[in-house]
């Protein structure tokens, strides 16, 4: 039992985690709000949500039945629904969230440390380029 209760929801972490980074590099707002907020593309939004959430629930559902399997014997349709929206489905709609706030805060810090490493290093060539070709005239 403790092995499905850190399977699933670190499953869910794992692909939260990637399709999060890819909103990020990708510009797209958070999922979740963007289900809230956008409604002219909400279409569009439950179908690409379903691709990337469908792997992690289905996952989480064999999972849990395997667990009844081995545990119970029988299969609990219903618990294994529950179980697998608990564990799976829910950590992966808030954390993808989260994943592609913390991605993106990130990605624009290293753009601006590498943009201002850039300028920094133009205007050091600029300042040695100066005085190289006041040397270069006296």
């Given amino acids: 039992m403790h092995l499905r ?3 699933q929801p670190a499953m869910a972490l794992f692909f939260a985690a990637r399709a999060g980074l890819h909103d990020a590099k990708t510009g797209q707002t958070p999922y979740l709000w963007a289900m809230f907020t956008s409604h002219g593309h909400r279409r569009e939004l439950l179908a690409q949500g379903w691709k990337d959430v469908g792997k992690v629930f289905v996952i989480a559902l064999i999972l849990d039945v395997i667990y009844q399997i081995i545990t119970v014997r029988w299969i609990h349709p219903m618990e294994s629904l ?12 808030t954390l993808r969230g989260l994943f592609t706030r913390l991605s993106r805060k990130y990605l624009e810090s290293t753009m601006t440390r590498i943009g201002f490493a850039r300028d920094r290093q133009r205007d050091l060539r600029d300042d040695l ?9 006296r």
């Fill in 82 to 93: 529950l179980v697998s929206v608990t564990l799976a489905f829910l950590p992966y709609l």
């Fill in 5 to 7: 209760l850190l399977m």
């Fill in 129 to 137: 380029g100066a005085s190289g070709d006041a040397r270069s005239h």
